[in-house]
């Protein structure tokens, strides 16, 4: 049997970022990086990984990421102003039958 496995490291500065490609990570989340120095991280892993570009991403943002060719842009933006619902079953009452 094989086993898919993708290791995923989260880095916030270029030596980081070189520790992580030297280790052989699949994925490099390019974590609150200014926009040169994920261009300079990108520079750094050369295709030997995967890029995620992360941390502090609206939608503005992720249009000046467009240029830097990383693989993946996440945002929690998505969800900050998102109301939330309680979805548990701590409020489910049985009804009894009419």
């Known amino acids: 049997m094989s086993f898919v496995r993708k290791i995923e490291v989260e880095c916030e500065t270029l030596d980081q970022v070189r520790e992580a490609v030297e280790a052989g990570a699949d994925i490099i989340m390019l974590d609150n990086m200014g926009h ?47 109301p939330i619902l309680d979805l548990s079953l701590k409020h489910l009452r049985v009804l009894e039958d009419r």
Do not use: Q
Not at 48 to 74: F, I, M, P
């Open 36 to 82: 040169a120095t994920m261009a300079a991280a990108v520079r750094l892993i050369d295709g030997r990984a995967k890029t995620e570009a992360s941390g502090n991403v609206d939608e503005a943002k992720a249009a000046t990421l467009v240029d830097l060719g990383v693989d993946y842009v996440s945002s929690g933006a998505l969800t900050y102003g998102a």
